[in-house]
């Protein structure tokens, strides 16, 4: 199965200036782990997770003046919609990370999650039992 099979490609996306309260909002909302963060005068993508806003929290910030562009991975692992989900699943593996940004040239095609590989394995599994 291909990455594009799995991945979600309703992706919430948010700018560079959004507090970690209002990202955090938004992926509540969404039922998402992640957003997007595109900025307009960088080069690339990069993403926010959860995980992100609970470091900041942690550490004590104020999600209220803390900004997501602050807070984020711009050194991320792109996935392309044609990888197998084996690939997606091998490179969070080695990054130790739990979310894809999956890129289609030079444009978000859609994140794909652990939640999204687990998703197609069950449902794989369950195929195979049939």
Known sequence: MQVREAMSSQV?????????????????????????????????????TERDVLKAIGAGLDCDVERTGAHLTWDVVYAGPDWTVAEAAAAMARGGFRHLVVLDGREVAGVISVRDIMRVWAEDQAIATT
Do not use: C, F, Y
């Open 12 to 48: 919430l996306v948010v700018g560079p200036e959004h507090t970690l309260r209002q990202a955090a909002r938004m992926m509540s909302a969404r039922g998402v782990g992640s957003a997007v963060v595109i900025d307009p005068d960088s080069e690339g993508v990069g993403i926010m």
